[in-house]
């Protein structure tokens, strides 16, 4: 009865990937999403730019629409391969600040010679080893989320004492790829930890998400092929399905909407919304089928204000503050 | 029309010139803070707001340093940000060379400028050695010397990326061999507005050759004017306008209804900052030894400082001290000719305010050091977060416009056309 459960709590996203560097427009799409009351949007990215032109970065464009968003949780594309887990880190965790707790990831591996040669340091790695180092990354980001307990800032004026240091953690990974040392610079942010998305689309995939995500993406060619993938995965993972959503090309408003609840029957946890062409597909996704998935029963926005808590993860526990405990 | 005075507003630090324990003092991560300081700066008519980097925890005695502010958001988020929330206020931000690449950063200065319809700028730093290092893929990999080589040619590979327009582009140096699309269409301002911050005749160069505009530390008048004339004739011997290259440097103030009432304002401020645990630990970065044991209240200690430059007994803050004998000895003279204790004397020879008195006062002194040629303007550090600004916004520059020596309202949408720089 799985499947039951779920189909009246639907979560839905919706993935935004533009080639544009107009602050505005980010804006429009961003405010589209949240007035439909979407759980969150992903800002796609890839380290090098892509034939036919680049994207602006990201963090910075999920940065610059969070102050002008409510409720939308922000989860932007950022590649391990050739960028500093630290860095990364502190970016993730400021823009769990600027959103007040709507921040995610999904972290990308880049096996391109081009992009290699951006950073002119090192040779492309094969696949294995670019999932290796990406959790790794994810490992390094996540551990320097905790390495302030949230309790770190004590300001007492008897000592003169801004923390209490005690509370605070070297991480001191140690890895084939990099090291780092920590604490963070960046004090804990308010989801603790903020939320990890992969795609899972071929088994390496799989298994790099089990490690390291909170949640994932996959691509399935129907109902069937969806509970056969979700099959595979570990049980701790959310599971959306990236749906691309094409109208005035033969699909309907209808169908896409059957089709959604069709494949949820499958046991997903939600979907993530493709649309085709930006921002026509869009306003069809949020002003259309956003209100027939709601008549359907299908999808209720979330009251809840973090996108942690709106997609159902538990409470961040501090791995450091339960260590100093037992 | 008289010469125009650069404003800019620093959102306070994580050293002891941020005072905490002020019941005012708001916090230092929150992003409504940083949108309090930016709107404030923003109805000031202000040129930036500028935000520093931290890479490591700053650490004494082998402790994170735990008696200051610590803790700060990453310096480009922050940034991109407040682009929403401000129209006209240009961004700066510290960006380490050392610890960044030059095809990625580019990439996100020039989101940050597009973003932000042409307000961004870079102050460029290095940090040799190992200490901030372990944080990063490479570790301590740059020698003391090669600092200003790599600042240098990470910035013109920079400039090679921003002038790209987005196309190929292929740098071969001694620090960097990288080729590729760079993906980024040319940015509103072109090269974001590039600030650079060292003080040594290879920092004065590097920003004579490179820079739109320099962060410095020269306070007293003359010592100002004699930094000003020499850096303005570096940057005409590499063939610039000499006033292509601004000189702004960081400056406190404390603003009080008469001189006496800013002075005791400024006197109480400095005992705060200056605390008994903070006096041993600022005497300590001099001495480059453990102090713990000595009393605040009592005199200075008798031994010399240990001369070891390799192995300080602060990590992750730049020297302060090129001769610490010599410092030493004109402390001891200074304590002695005074009757000072450890904590008198630092508060005496540490984080003296800039500018102290009424705003008439400030505003004719700012003015002086403009007018008579000490610098371009300023970059104002407050000790309260976030509304530290607040009273010289109010009361200072009405009475700089006044003057006619500060804007009356904004008549450019880009940081480069606020300063006055030439198109990059």
Redesign the interface.
Same mark, same amino acid.
């Given at each position: 009865m799985m499947g039951v459960s779920r189909m009246t709590g639907l979560h839905l996203a919706v993935a935004l990937d533009g080639r544009h560097?107009?602050?505005d427009r980010?804006?429009d799409l961003a405010r589209e999403a949240d007035d439909a009351r979407l759980d969150f949007v992903t800002f796609e990215d890839t380290? #090098? $730019?892509p034939a036919g032109?680049?994207?602006?970065?990201a963090?910075?464009?999920a940065?610059?629409?969070?102050?002008?968003t409510r409720h939308i949780g922000l989860v932007p594309v950022a590649t391990t391969t050739?960028?500093?887990p630290?860095?990364l880190s502190?970016?993730l965790?400021?823009?769990d600040?600027?959103s007040?707790g709507r921040a995610g990831w999904q972290p990308r591996v880049s096996g391109d010679p081009?992009?290699a040669?951006?950073?002119?340091?090192r040779e492309p790695l094969g696949v294995e080893e670019l999932f290796a180092e990406a959790a790794d990354a994810v490992e390094v980001v996540r551990r320097l989320w905790d390495s302030?307990q949230d309790d770190a800032?004590i300001?007492d004026?008897a000592?003169?004492?801004?923390?209490?240091?005690e509370r605070?953690h070297y991480i001191d990974f140690d890895g084939p790829?990099?090291?780092?040392? #920590? $604490?963070?610079?960046?004090?804990r942010p308010p989801q603790g930890q903020p939320v990890v998305a992969a795609l899972a689309h071929i088994p390496v995939a799989w298994e790099f998400a089990a490690r390291s995500a909170d949640l994932v993406f996959i691509t399935p060619s129907d109902a069937d092929d969806a509970a056969r993938i979700i099959g595979k995965l570990d049980r701790r993972l959310k599971v959306y399905a990236d749906v691309v959503v094409h109208l005035g090309e033969g699909g309907t408003v209808q169908q896409i909407a059957d089709l959604i609840q069709g494949w949820a029957r499958a046991g997903l946890d939600g979907f993530r919304l493709r649309p085709g062409r930006l921002p026509h597909d869009l306003t069809a996704i949020t002003r259309e089928l956003v209100p027939e998935l709601r008549r359907r029963g299908l999808f209720t926005p979330s009251e809840k204000s973090t996108l942690r808590d709106r997609l159902g993860l538990p409470v961040a526990v501090n791995r450091y503050q339960e260590a100093g405990r037992a | 029309m008289p010469k125009q005075i650069i404003l800019a507003a620093h959102f306070p630090g994580v050293n002891n010139t941020t005072v905490w324990s002020d019941p005012r003092s708001g916090s230092q991560i929150d992003f409504d803070s940083f949108e309090y300081l930016a709107r404030t700066a923003e109805r000031g008519l202000f040129d930036f707001f500028f935000l520093a980097e931290g890479l490591r925890l700053r650490e004494q005695r082998g402790l994170i340093h735990d008696l200051d502010v610590v803790g700060r958001p990453d310096t480009l988020t922050v940034l991109t940000a407040l682009a929403a929330v401000t129209e006209r206020l240009g961004l700066a931000g510290t960006l380490n060379a050392t610890y960044h690449e030059p095809y990625e950063l580019a990439r996100q200065l020039a989101t940050l400028d597009h973003l932000s319809g042409g307000r961004a700028a870079w102050n460029v730093v290095t940090s040799p050695g190992p200490f901030f290092g372990a944080n990063f893929r490479r570790g301590g990999f740059l020698d003391y010397d090669d600092r200003y080589v790599r600042a240098a040619e990470f910035i013109q590979a920079a400039r090679t990326l921003w002038d790209s327009d987005g196309g190929e582009f292929a740098v071969d140096s001694s620090q960097f061999g990288i080729r590729g699309r760079f993906g980024v269409p040319r940015s509103p301002q072109g090269h974001p507005v590039v600030l650079q911050a060292g003080d040594s005749a290879g920092g004065r160069e590097l920003a004579a050759q490179h820079a739109d505009a320099i962060f410095s530390r020269h306070h007293q008048l003359d010592d100002a004017r004699r930094f000003y004339r020499d850096v303005k004739e570096r940057v005409a011997k590499h063939g610039r306008d000499p006033d292509s290259l601004k000189i702004i440097p960081g400056v406190s103030y404390v603003l009080g209804y008469s001189d006496a009432d800013a002075q005791e304002k400024a006197h109480h401020i400095r005992r705060v900052q200056v605390s008994p645990q903070t006096a041993i630990l600022l005497l300590e970065q001099l001495w480059n030894q453990d102090l713990s044991g000595y009393d605040p209240d009592g005199p200075l200690p008798s031994v010399d400082p240990v001369l070891d430059e390799d192995d300080t007994i602060i990590k992750g803050r730049a020297g302060m001290y090129p001769d610490r004998l010599k410092t030493a000895a004109e402390w001891r003279a200074k304590a002695e000719a005074k009757n000072l204790s450890i904590r008198d004397l630092i508060i005496e020879v540490t984080g003296r305010q800039n500018f102290i008195g009424t705003p008439g006062r400030v505003a004719e002194q700012l003015n002086e050091y403009v007018q008579t040629e000490a610098c371009d303007g300023f970059i104002l550090v407050s000790h309260l977060t976030p509304a530290g600004l607040d009273d010289f916004v109010d009361q200072v520059v009405p009475l700089l416009q006044e003057r006619g020596v500060f804007r009356t309202g904004y008549e450019t949408t880009t940081l480069r056309g606020h300063l006055g720089l030439p198109p990059a």
């Open positions: 560097f107009d602050a980010w804006v380290f #090098g $730019p032109g680049g994207r602006p970065d963090v910075l464009v940065a610059r629409v969070a102050p002008l050739h960028t500093e630290f860095h502190t970016a965790a400021t823009l600040y600027v007040n081009a992009e040669a951006l950073l002119g340091r302030w800032i300001k004026i000592t003169g004492r801004f923390i209490d240091r605070l790829y990099f090291s780092v040392k #920590g $604490p963070s610079i960046v004090p | -």
